[in-house]
């Protein structure tokens, strides 16, 4: 096994597989722990990956291999919820509470539509290597991602616009 290659080849990667995970994940965390899972299988079978056609698009479905096995887990399913400390000024934490704001939507995804949004819309994926990916067809990947646009966009309504309106 060639350890040189390999490092070169995750260290190369690991920082974009890592913002992946976490647009996956909405939790760096759970993001470092799929990385993590995900590395350390590839290392394992390193010597038939790496004479994979694309190398990339294996470590990226491990990853989400890893993020969806260890959200299946019964104790993932409980939720915390932290308080935010009190706002500095408006203009200085804006950026962040949108980030905030578009994390929480997507956190109300189911974790297939999840999946399909981050690699559709982040990683810039086509429809067919999203179904790759994913191991599903296009037709799924389509109709996936229709409903979860629908389901963010209805819930980034703000009601109280919509009340001021009538």
Known sequence: MDDAEFREFIGTRLDQVRRTAYLMCGDWHAADDAVSTAVLHVYQNWRRISRM????????????????????????????????????????????????AVLKHLDQ?????????????????SVDETAQVLECTPGTVKSQTARALDTLRASMVDVTDLASKE
């Open 53 to 100: 056609q694309n190398v990339d698009a294996y470590l990226r479905r491990s990853v989400i291999n890893a993020w969806l096995d260890e959200r299946r887990r019964p104790w993932r399913r409980e939720r915390t919820v932290a308080e935010l400390p009190p706002r500095a000024g408006a203009d200085a934490v804006a950026p962040v509470d949108d980030r905030l």
């Open 109 to 125: 995804l189911p974790a297939r539509r999840r999946a399909v949004i981050v690699l559709r819309f982040y990683c810039d994926l």
